[in-house]
Protein backbone atom coordinates (compact mmCIF):
# COMPACT_ATOMS: atom_id res chain seq x y z
CA UNK A 1 0.00 0.00 0.00
CA UNK A 2 1.50 3.49 -0.96
CA UNK A 3 2.32 5.57 2.27
CA UNK A 4 0.66 9.32 2.45
CA UNK A 5 4.14 10.46 1.08
CA UNK A 6 3.74 8.77 -2.03
CA UNK A 7 0.07 9.72 -2.79
CA UNK A 8 0.97 13.13 -1.83
CA UNK A 9 3.71 13.07 -4.48
CA UNK A 10 1.57 11.52 -7.24
CA UNK A 11 -0.75 14.77 -6.44
CA UNK A 12 2.32 16.80 -6.62
CA UNK A 13 2.82 15.89 -10.19
CA UNK A 14 -0.49 15.65 -11.18
CA UNK A 15 -0.35 19.82 -9.72
CA UNK A 16 2.89 20.18 -11.90
CA UNK A 17 1.57 18.91 -14.71
CA UNK A 18 -2.02 21.21 -14.35
CA UNK A 19 0.30 24.15 -13.80
CA UNK A 20 2.63 23.83 -16.85
CA UNK A 21 -0.41 23.36 -18.84
CA UNK A 22 -2.01 26.77 -17.22
CA UNK A 23 1.15 28.51 -17.96
CA UNK A 24 1.22 27.31 -21.88
CA UNK A 25 -2.70 28.05 -21.83
CA UNK A 26 -1.88 31.87 -20.87
CA UNK A 27 0.67 32.52 -23.22
CA UNK A 28 -1.56 31.72 -26.52
CA UNK A 29 -1.38 34.97 -28.39
CA UNK A 30 -5.32 35.15 -28.25
CA UNK A 31 -7.55 34.58 -24.97
CA UNK A 32 -10.97 33.25 -26.67
CA UNK A 33 -13.45 31.40 -24.89
CA UNK A 34 -11.91 27.91 -25.54
CA UNK A 35 -8.09 29.44 -23.88
CA UNK A 36 -10.55 30.69 -20.84
CA UNK A 37 -12.05 27.28 -20.47
CA UNK A 38 -8.31 25.52 -20.52
CA UNK A 39 -7.53 28.02 -17.84
CA UNK A 40 -10.21 27.50 -15.60
CA UNK A 41 -9.82 23.61 -15.54
CA UNK A 42 -6.44 23.87 -14.91
CA UNK A 43 -6.69 26.32 -12.06
CA UNK A 44 -9.47 23.65 -11.00
CA UNK A 45 -7.18 20.62 -11.13
CA UNK A 46 -4.73 22.50 -8.94
CA UNK A 47 -7.45 23.79 -6.51
CA UNK A 48 -8.61 20.02 -6.84
CA UNK A 49 -5.16 18.53 -6.22
CA UNK A 50 -4.44 20.77 -3.08
CA UNK A 51 -7.56 19.56 -1.35
CA UNK A 52 -6.55 15.96 -2.24
CA UNK A 53 -3.63 15.89 -0.69
CA UNK A 54 -5.29 17.62 2.70
CA UNK A 55 -7.32 14.76 2.61
CA UNK A 56 -4.24 12.54 2.46
CA UNK A 57 -2.45 14.38 5.02
CA UNK A 58 -6.00 14.41 7.58
CA UNK A 59 -6.89 10.80 7.11
CA UNK A 60 -2.91 10.23 8.09
CA UNK A 61 -3.50 12.01 11.21
CA UNK A 62 -6.41 10.18 11.71
CA UNK A 63 -8.46 13.08 11.30
CA UNK A 64 -12.08 13.05 9.37
CA UNK A 65 -12.43 15.23 6.91
CA UNK A 66 -15.78 16.68 6.81
CA UNK A 67 -18.81 15.45 4.71
CA UNK A 68 -20.81 18.51 5.20
CA UNK A 69 -22.70 20.98 2.74
CA UNK A 70 -19.82 23.82 3.59
CA UNK A 71 -17.31 20.78 3.05
CA UNK A 72 -14.33 22.20 1.13
CA UNK A 73 -14.59 25.27 3.56
CA UNK A 74 -14.74 22.82 6.52
CA UNK A 75 -11.90 20.70 4.90
CA UNK A 76 -9.46 23.88 5.00
CA UNK A 77 -10.74 25.13 8.74
CA UNK A 78 -10.04 21.85 9.70
CA UNK A 79 -6.50 21.60 7.93
CA UNK A 80 -5.70 24.74 10.06
CA UNK A 81 -6.93 23.04 13.38
CA UNK A 82 -4.69 20.44 12.75
CA UNK A 83 -1.81 22.49 12.17
CA UNK A 84 -1.10 21.30 8.23
CA UNK A 85 -1.15 24.30 6.62
CA UNK A 86 -1.50 28.09 8.15
CA UNK A 87 -4.48 30.05 8.33
CA UNK A 88 -2.60 32.76 5.82
CA UNK A 89 -2.29 29.84 3.23
CA UNK A 90 -5.81 29.27 3.64
CA UNK A 91 -6.46 33.18 3.18
CA UNK A 92 -4.38 33.01 -0.47
CA UNK A 93 -6.33 29.90 -1.46
CA UNK A 94 -10.15 30.81 -0.53
CA UNK A 95 -10.52 32.69 -3.96
CA UNK A 96 -9.81 29.58 -5.37
CA UNK A 97 -11.93 27.54 -3.60
CA UNK A 98 -14.67 30.36 -4.30
CA UNK A 99 -13.67 29.86 -8.19
CA UNK A 100 -14.28 26.21 -8.10
CA UNK A 101 -17.76 26.63 -6.76
CA UNK A 102 -18.24 29.05 -10.04
CA UNK A 103 -16.21 26.67 -12.22
CA UNK A 104 -18.65 23.69 -10.97
CA UNK A 105 -21.98 25.50 -11.62
CA UNK A 106 -21.93 27.49 -14.68
CA UNK A 107 -21.02 27.22 -18.20
CA UNK A 108 -17.42 27.99 -20.11
CA UNK A 109 -18.98 30.73 -21.29
CA UNK A 110 -19.82 32.56 -18.56
CA UNK A 111 -16.05 32.96 -17.21
CA UNK A 112 -14.63 36.73 -17.66
CA UNK A 113 -11.08 37.20 -18.92
CA UNK A 114 -9.36 39.42 -16.18
CA UNK A 115 -10.88 37.45 -13.11
CA UNK A 116 -9.25 34.43 -14.24
CA UNK A 117 -6.44 35.73 -15.47
CA UNK A 118 -5.62 37.16 -11.89
CA UNK A 119 -6.25 34.09 -10.30
CA UNK A 120 -4.08 31.96 -12.78
CA UNK A 121 -1.36 34.37 -12.50
CA UNK A 122 -0.86 34.14 -8.57
CA UNK A 123 -2.02 30.50 -8.33
CA UNK A 124 2.13 29.14 -8.81
CA UNK A 125 2.83 31.62 -6.03
CA UNK A 126 0.07 30.16 -3.38
CA UNK A 127 0.84 26.53 -4.47
CA UNK A 128 4.18 27.23 -3.64
CA UNK A 129 3.44 28.64 -0.35
CA UNK A 130 0.81 25.65 0.36
CA UNK A 131 3.23 23.06 -1.17
CA UNK A 132 6.12 24.48 2.28
CA UNK A 133 3.55 24.34 4.13
CA UNK A 134 2.08 20.27 3.20
CA UNK A 135 5.81 19.01 3.31
CA UNK A 136 6.50 20.29 6.58
CA UNK A 137 3.70 18.74 7.83
CA UNK A 138 4.73 15.33 6.10
CA UNK A 139 7.40 15.86 7.81
CA UNK A 140 6.24 15.75 11.02
CA UNK A 141 4.10 13.07 10.39
CA UNK A 142 6.60 10.88 9.02
CA UNK A 143 8.81 11.81 12.34
CA UNK A 144 5.97 11.26 14.74
CA UNK A 145 5.09 7.35 13.07
CA UNK A 146 8.88 6.58 13.01
CA UNK A 147 9.32 7.76 16.62
CA UNK A 148 6.18 5.59 17.56
CA UNK A 149 7.81 2.54 15.80
Known sequence: MAS?????????EN???????????????QITV???AAI???MHNVYTGMENILK????AKGATPPHTQTSHKDLLVL?????IISQAVVDAIFPYLSFRHFFVHSYGFMLEEEPIERLALNI????????????KA??????????SE
Open 4 to 12: TREKVDAER
Open 40 to 42: ATF
Open 138 to 147: IHDLENTSAA
Open 124 to 135: SVVYSNFEAEIE
Open 15 to 29: ISRALHDLQFALTRP
Open 79 to 83: AVTEH
Open 56 to 59: QILK
Open 34 to 36: IEK
